[in-house]
């Protein structure tokens, strides 16, 4: 009885933890948790009066984090940054680099990443047999009558400008967050000179979605149902919404296209 006991109490706990963390972005319930982990090492190497290395309490508190992070129930590749994070931290700081090297690598990493913390979508690139395939699904050309095509997260523009070469017929969007990838982008599109191509600084929600004949996203699994629900409500009839790689949950698409190249990507299409 006893036993049992021991084991729903253990259970509640869990539970109160996964609730407590989970009204955080990831991201800050990940740097609470490895907080959390490092006190927790701290607080063991007093009680058990060792004096380990600076490494060994890295790994310590690394363990520790990725076991509360499980409880708390972050995917599995929080685990993975969690249990690395705290060694790889200590074992930077034995190498001789100077001070603006770090300094340098987080503005690079703040300009690319920008709202990643909030809005889960870190920077996937589509590869071009993703951009080829997109050429397939375009509206076929037609004598004087143009299409419209929105990239959500248009990222460095790849996609943007190589269907603007490839079918000059057609009119292309793109919405990126990320400040460095979005002028990366428009140095690309001035660069190629793709009159017909037009990149906005922007968050995906503000962009209303009605005008376009073709909507494609490389997100992630987060904001999926929520972006189909913007998608549904949106867009015209006969329309296309193209997913790369991340699916909607329980609104399974009316075909998917599987592609030969490094990430095995799917293109998931719905007409709407």
């Not at 984090?65 to 249990?83: P, V």
């Not at 191509?197 to 968050?203: A, D, E």
Request: net charge neutral; charged share 10%; proline share 7%.
């Amino acid at each position: 009885m006893a036993k049992q006991s021991a084991t729903l109490l253990k259970l509640a706990w869990f539970a109160e933890l996964h609730k407590l963390f989970a009204k955080f972005p990831p991201s800050v319930a990940a740097l609470l948790l490895q907080l959390c982990a490092l006190l927790t090492a701290l607080l063991f190497i007093r009680l058990t009066g060792i004096s380990p290395a600076p490494l060994t309490v890295a790994v310590l508190s690394g363990l520790f984090a990725a076991t509360l992070s499980h409880i708390a129930g972050l995917a599995f590749w929080w685990l993975l940054i969690q249990l690395l994070f705290a060694p790889a931290l200590v074992l930077t700081l034995t190498l001789d680099i100077p001070p603006a090297f770090y300094l340098a690598a987080f503005l690079v990493m703040l300009l690319v990443y920008w709202s990643t913390f909030r809005s889960q979508v870190p920077l996937y690139l589509s590869s071009k047999k993703v951009w080829h395939t997109l050429e397939e699904l375009l509206p076929p050309a037609e004598m004087n009558q143009s299409f419209t095509f929105m990239d959500i997260g248009s990222g460095m523009g790849g996609v943007l400008t190589h269907l603007a070469a490839k079918r000059p017929d057609g009119q292309y969007f793109g919405v990126e967050n990320a400040p460095l990838p979005y002028f990366a982008s428009r140095l690309r599109i001035a660069a190629g000179n793709h009159t017909n191509c037009h990149v906005f600084w922007r968050s995906l929600w503000s962009c209303d979605l009605a005008p376009y004949d073709v909507v494609f996203a490389y997100l992630s699994p987060v904001p999926m149902e929520q972006l189909w629900q913007k998608a549904k409500q949106e867009m015209r009839p006969g329309s296309l919404f193209v997913s790369n790689t991340f699916a909607v949950p329980e609104s399974p698409p009316q075909y998917s296209i599987t592609l030969d190249d490094m990430h095995h990507s799917t293109l998931f299409i719905w007409h709407m």
